[in-house]
């Protein structure tokens, strides 16, 4: 069975950083992409970034480029997203997402693309 689960949210001042992990079990875990996701009361869940199952591809959301990493770790199935200067918009439930392919290529930001999501770790910045 797998198991996707997200930490590292919270409240934060503008300005402010936190780093978001994402564990994951059950697969094997370098076998895929993997996403950071985010969805905002009222509105649709839009990709924030993408990684390819080696960690050498980077793919971001034009409004986060600069501002968030996006890394994993395969020897501990942990993903992560450091998140810097953050803004009041960029708060939102953030979900973790495993890709169905090994790469981000393409539309990366389609929900489509995974086929295995966390439960989310909520994200607010206040201004």
């Known amino acids: 069975q797998v198991q996707v689960v997200e930490s590292g949210g919270g409240l934060v001042q503008a300005g402010g950083s936190l780093r978001l992990s994402c564990t994951a079990s059950?697969?094997?875990?370098?076998?895929?992409?993997m996403g950071w996701f985010r969805q905002a009361p009222g509105k649709e869940r839009e990709g924030v970034s993408c990684i390819n199952y080696s960690g050498d591809t980077t793919w971001y959301l034009d409004s986060v480029k600069d501002r968030f990493t996006i890394s994993r770790d395969n020897a501990k199935n942990t993903l992560y997203l450091q998140m810097h200067s953050l803004k009041p918009e960029d708060t939102a439930m953030y979900y973790c997402a495993i890709g169905r392919t090994y790469d981000c290529s393409g539309s990366w930001s389609n929900v489509r693309r995974y086929n295995y999501w966390g439960q989310g770790t909520q994200v607010t910045v206040s201004s």
């Open positions: 059950g697969l094997t875990f370098d076998d895929a992409a």
